[in-house]
C-alpha cells in the first residue's frame, strides 16, 4: 500500500518551456505533499508544502511564480516549472503523507528534468 | 533549525559483512525518525520509522534503533548483500509538521 506515482519519469526540453510535473497518491488520500528537488550527489532539498485546496508554502529562496504549485485534490498535486531554463534542470521528487510531516512519508520515483 | 548529519558519508564494504550507518540530528523534541534507500536516478523507499517513543524497529535484515536523549539513530544491515548498495537517508519531521528535515546521505557500496 501506499504508492506514490510521479509522471513523467524524464523529460527533456528547450529553455523557456513550461513543464508539469504530477504526483498521485494512488491508493490513499494526501492531505498534504512536498516537492523537493535534488542536485547530484547532494541530499534532497525541500521547495514548497502543498495542502489540499490551499495555496501551497514555498521554502526561502524558492520562487513562486516559477514553481507553481497545485493540490486540487487529495490524491493529486502539480508542480509547474515555467518558462524553463537550464539552471532549472534537476531531480524533482514529490511525498506525500495523510497528516503532517509527522506521518510516514511516502515517496514517488522523482522526474529528471533536463532544460536544453 | 534541526541538523541532520549522517556518517559516513560513502562506505564500501565486501559481501556478507554486517554494518552501522549512523544518524545524528541536534534537535530531540522529534515525532519520529524514518529511514530511506534511494537507487541512483530513483525516489525514496521507506525502510523503517520510529516513532519517539520506540527504542527500534526490525524489518528482515534491517535493524534501527533510537536514542532521542543522545539525537542518534543507527541503521544496522545484517549480512549485506550487493542488492543493499544503495544511498540511505534518515530524516526527522520538524515540530509543527510542516517539515522534513533530511539527513546527507551514506552511499553504500556492498562488493560481491
Known amino acids: 500500500g501506499a504508492v506514490v506515482s510521479q509522471h513523467p519519469s524524464w523529460v527533456i526540453c528547450k529553455s523557456g518551456t513550461s513543464v508539469k510535473i504530477e504526483c498521485r497518491s494512488l491508493d490513499f488520500q494526501a492531505t498534504t505533499m512536498f516537492w523537493y528537488r535534488q542536485f547530484p550527489k547532494q541530499s534532497l532539498m525541500l521547495m514548497a508544502t502543498?495542502?489540499?485546496?490551499?495555496?501551497?508554502?514555498?521554502e526561502q529562496g524558492v520562487e513562486k511564480d516559477k514553481f507553481l504549485i497545485n493540490h486540487a485534490s487529495l490524491t493529486l498535486s502539480t508542480l509547474t516549472v515555467t518558462s524553463a531554463h537550464p539552471e532549472d534542470s534537476s531531480f524533482y521528487i514529490c511525498?506525500?503523507?495523510?497528516?503532517?510531516?509527522?506521518?510516514?512519508?511516502?515517496f514517488g520515483d522523482g522526474t529528471r528534468l533536463s532544460i536544453l | 533549525k534541526q541538523e541532520v548529519t549522517q556518517i559516513p558519508a560513502a562506505l564500501s564494504v565486501p559481501e556478507g559483512e554486517n554494518l552501522v550507518l549512523n544518524c545524528s540530528f541536534t534537535?530531540?523534541?522529534?515525532?519520529?525518525l524514518q529511514w530511506f534507500r534511494q537507487d541512483p536516478g530513483k525516489g525514496l523507499t521507506s525502510l523503517l520509522l520510529i516513532q519517539s517513543s520506540q527504542r527500534e524497529q526490525t524489518s528482515g535484515r534491517l535493524n534501527a534503533s533510537l536514542d532521542k536523549s543522545s539525537g542518534r539513530s543507527t541503521l544496522y544491515i545484517a549480512a549485506s548483500q550487493p542488492g543493499d548498495s544503495a544511498t540511505y537517508l534518515c530524516?526527522?519531521?520538524?515540530?509543527?509538521?510542516?517539515?522534513?528535515?533530511f539527513g546527507t546521505g551514506t552511499s553504500l557500496t556492498v562488493i560481491p
Open positions: 534537535d530531540s523534541a522529534i515525532y519520529n
Open positions: 502543498s495542502n489540499e485546496g490551499s495555496k501551497a508554502t514555498y
Open positions: 530524516a526527522v519531521p520538524s515540530q509543527s509538521g510542516n517539515q522534513f528535515y
Open positions: 511525498s506525500a503523507t495523510t497528516g503532517t510531516a509527522t506521518q510516514p512519508q511516502h
